[in-house]
């Protein structure tokens, strides 16, 4: 069984600029989560996805955004990208619990 | 918030060595989990333990929800086990929002 796969893997933008993080759950989970870890915050809740709707969102600006399409698939968003925002942004998905992570996105903005 | 706090922060052990590592969380919990981040960033699941023990190879773990507070136990550690080890909770509210320890780093030497 494939796991949460996430894409791409590293990514390189400059301030400003959008950036778009992809993800797709395990088969047959059908809510996804955002989460970031940055240098020296820890790991972050960004946001919940449930049956194509948002359902949760922590405490980041809504310049974090995001989608869940009818394949549970789910981008995340950032748009103006500030250097604060480089991070390893990870993705998990899950029926119910326990949460199943993917290998992440390194978002560097230069 | 739920407030999650691992120990200790760091640990160096040699190859063979057991360990035991602490998550103490603020509130009641209705979801336990504990993670192993390798030095390449994926975020692996070890143990789904709300309540009550669990046992995996050389690993092992009991979280008493009355008390509030988990622990995770190493046998016959390896050099492969070397990474950061993470609790994250689910608090009361059911919310499906994992709040993170800061973790334990965890070093084994050969």
């Known amino acids: 069984e494939a796991g949460v796969t996430q894409s791409p893997t590293h990514l390189i933008k400059t301030r400003g600029q959008q950036a778009t993080l992809r993800c797709s759950p395990i088969s047959g989970h059908t809510s996804v989560y955002w989460y970031q870890q940055a240098l020296g915050l820890g790991l972050q809740f960004l946001l919940w996805y449930d049956e194509g709707e948002e359902r949760n969102r922590g405490n980041f600006p809504p310049r974090f955004s995001g989608r869940q399409f009818p394949n549970y698939s789910s981008e995340l968003n950032v748009n103006a990208l500030e250097l604060e925002d480089s991070a390893l942004y990870l993705c998990?998905?899950?029926?119910?619990?326990?949460?199943?992570f993917g290998n992440g996105t390194r978002l560097t903005v230069t | 918030g739920i407030q999650v706090e691992q120990s200790p922060p760091d640990l160096i052990l040699q190859e063979g060595a057991n360990s035991t590592l602490r998550c103490n969380f603020s509130?009641?919990?209705?979801?336990l989990q504990w993670f192993h981040q390798n030095p390449w960033g994926q975020l692996i699941n070890l143990f789904y333990?709300?309540?009550g023990t669990k046992q995996n190879g050389r690993l092992s773990a009991t979280t008493v929800a009355t008390e509030r507070y988990s622990l995770l136990y190493i046998s016959s550690s390896q050099t492969t086990d070397s990474g950061v080890y993470f609790c994250?909770?689910?608090?009361?509210?059911?919310?499906?929002?994992?709040?993170f320890g800061a973790g334990t780093t965890v070093t084994v030497r050969a």
């Open positions: 333990i709300p309540s």
């Open positions: 509130d009641s919990v209705n979801n």
């Open positions: 994250a909770v689910e608090g009361p509210m059911g919310d499906y929002k994992l709040s």
């Open positions: 998990a998905s899950s029926l119910s619990f326990p949460l199943h």
